[in-house]
């Protein structure tokens, strides 16, 4: 562990000490929960659409969790704005743990993708292709 996983591990904290973009948001063009019964965590990922539907103008969350969870959220909600739902869709853990910055042990992984799979999931109930009330790292 040099100095960059230090680095990475103040941007965690920070990022859960003052998350970005966290509250709910009123014109939402869709919103959709998520949890990690094994941790707690549980998260609702806020995203608004542009007129055409397909590019990311905002993203917020709201929830409760580890340092981990709550702070890939935040960073997931800043890193979102101005894709597209394609490129959601085509995120996987390895995107989201290299946003993170450092190793994750993997009892902590369902915390770092819960964000993730809730934000895609919620999408892919937006568009029709899913049905489900409440995304669970566990299944």
Known sequence: MGMGSDMYRQQILDH????????????AT???VGENPMCGDE??????????????????????GCAISQASASMLSE???????DELEAMDRDDVID????DISPM?????????????DG???YKGELDVEKTKTEE
């Not at 859960?16 to 014109?27: A, H, M, Q, S």
């Not at 998260?43 to 409760?64: N, P, Q, Y």
């Not at 890193?79 to 739902?85: A, E, F, N, V, W």
């Open 99 to 102: 946003m993170l910055g450092v």
């Open 43 to 64: 998260i609702e990922m806020h995203v608004k659409l542009d007129d055409d539907e397909e590019e990311i103008e905002f993203v917020s969350f709201t929830g409760d």
């Open 123 to 125: 999408a892919d109930i």
């Open 108 to 120: 902590r992984v369902k915390c770092a993708v819960l964000a993730e799979k809730v934000a895609q």
């Open 16 to 27: 859960y000490k003052n998350p970005r973009n966290y509250g709910e948001l009123e014109d």
């Open 79 to 85: 890193k979102l704005q101005g894709t597209t739902l």
């Open 30 to 32: 869709f919103s959709h």
